[in-house]
């Protein structure tokens, strides 16, 4: 069983930054391909950010591409995602997902372990 826990949420303004971090409780990341999903009120969870597991390979939903950045550290405990230039339609409930031999895909069927998510808010 792979216990995710998410932290670094909160309010923010329009272009600033914040940096999320998600970490597996009691193990790392070694195989896990782990990504990013959001979802806010009145809308489907839709994909933000994934990174694989063996090469670390990242992958972007268009609409995050060049202001989100996913990366692990190098023990492989946690995965971060860091939002640069955040904007009021990025406000959502931030989610963390893995997956053994996880290659970095953006449907969420391909996950079988979630956090409970961290609320993020960008205010205009």
């Known amino acids: 069983q792979v216990q995710l826990v998410e932290s670094g949420g909160g309010l923010v303004q329009a272009g600033g930054s914040l940096r999320l971090s998600c970490a597996a409780s009691?193990?790392?990341?070694?195989?896990?391909?782990t990504a990013w999903f959001r979802q806010a009120p009145g809308k489907e969870r839709e994909f933000v950010a994934a990174?694989?597991?063996?090469?670390?390979?990242?992958y972007y939903a268009d609409s995050v591409k060049g202001r989100f950045t996913i990366s692990r550290d190098n023990a492989k405990t946690t995965v971060y995602l860091q939002m640069n230039s955040l904007k009021p339609e990025d406000t959502a409930v931030y989610y963390c997902?893995?997956?053994?031999w996880g290659v970095g895909s953006s449907d969420s069927l391909a996950y079988g372990y979630w956090g409970q998510g961290t609320q993020v808010t960008v205010s205009s």
């Open positions: 997902a893995t997956d053994q």
């Open positions: 009691g193990r790392t990341f070694s195989n896990y391909g």
């Open positions: 990174i694989s597991w063996s090469v670390g390979s990242t």
